[in-house]
C-alpha cells in the first residue's frame, strides 16, 4: 500500500511570491492534516480537511489556505511569502476523523525556502 | 489547553547502550491518546506507537518499549540496545476528543545520536 506523497520535495521561493503544495493521502484515508516544522516553533498545526471541507484550522494567517478535492488530495496554498514560511511542511492521512484515537500517517514532506 | 513536554533536547549514546527518551503531557481531558513519532534526516516523521489513556499497559516492540504512568502524566520510550540506525529526531504527540479532535499537539523533539 502507497504512502503519503508530497510534491514537490523542495522548493525555493522569492518573497512576494505564492506557492501550492500537494499531498496525496493513502489510499482510503478521507482525512488530510497540514503541519508546519521550523527549528524555531517546531511542529505545528495548520488545519485538517475531511470530504472536501475544512473541519479544523490552527493559528495561522490567513495567507495560509487549502483545499481539499473528492478524490481525498490535498493542496494547500501560502500566499505572498515571508522569509519566516521557510519551512518543512507536512502531510498527514488519516482513515476518518471521528475520534481522537486515529493514526495520522506523515508523508515526506516539502521544503520550501524562501529568499 | 494541552502541553507535551520533552525536556531532553540532545542525547548522544554509544551502540548497545540503553536510553530513555522522556516525555510528560499536560491535558485536561480524561480521554485522550499519545504517539511518538521519529524523524529521521529524510524529514519523514514515522509512527511508531499509540496509546489511549485507559491502557496504562506497558509495550515492548523488539528493542522498543514505552511505559506510560497516568500519575506523573508520562510516557516515556525506551531504546535497549541501541543502533546506528536509531538516530533521529523522536517526537511525542497527544491528542483529545475535545474540541479540536484530529490536532496533534508535538513536544519539542529529543535528537538522539547513536555513535558507532
Known amino acids: 500500500k502507497a504512502g503519503v506523497t508530497q510534491t514537490p520535495r523542495y522548493l525555493i521561493k522569492t518573497r512576494g511570491q505564492q506557492v501550492t503544495l500537494s499531498c496525496s493521502p493513502i489510499s482510503g484515508h478521507r482525512s488530510v492534516s497540514w503541519y508546519q516544522q521550523t527549528p524555531g516553533q517546531g511542529l505545528q498545526f495548520l488545519f485538517e480537511?475531511?470530504?472536501?471541507?475544512?473541519?479544523n484550522k490552527g493559528n495561522f494567517p490567513g495567507r495560509f489556505s487549502g483545499r481539499q478535492f473528492s478524490n481525498s488530495r490535498s493542496e494547500m496554498n501560502v500566499s505572498t511569502l515571508e522569509l519566516g514560511d521557510s519551512a518543512l511542511y507536512l502531510c498527514a492521512s488519516g482513515r476518518t476523523r471521528t475520534t481522537g484515537d486515529e493514526t495520522q500517517y506523515f508523508g515526506p514532506g516539502t521544503r520550501l525556502l524562501v529568499l | 489547553a494541552q502541553k507535551v513536554t520533552q525536556a531532553q533536547t540532545e542525547i548522544s549514546v554509544v551502540e548497545k547502550e540503553d536510553v530513555t527518551l522522556d516525555c510528560v503531557y499536560e491535558?485536561?481531558?480524561?480521554?485522550?491518546?499519545l504517539f511518538w513519532y521519529k524523524q529521521p534526516p529524510s524529514g519523514e516523521l514515522v509512527f511508531l506507537i499509540r496509546?489511549?489513556?485507559?491502557?496504562?499497559q506497558n509495550e515492548i516492540s523488539g528493542r522498543y518499549s514505552w511505559n506510560f504512568q497516568k500519575s506523573t502524566s508520562s510516557f516515556n520510550f525506551t531504546i535497549t540496545a541501541s543502533q546506528v540506525v536509531d538516530s533521529a529526531v523522536y517526537f511525542c504527540a497527544l491528542t483529545t476528543l475535545s474540541g479540536s479532535a484530529r490536532q496533534l499537539t508535538f513536544g519539542s523533539g529529543t535528537q538522539l545520536t547513536v555513535l558507532p
Open positions: 480537511y475531511f470530504s472536501e471541507t475544512q473541519r
Open positions: 491535558t485536561r481531558d480524561t480521554t485522550y491518546y
Open positions: 496509546r489511549n489513556s485507559f491502557d496504562e
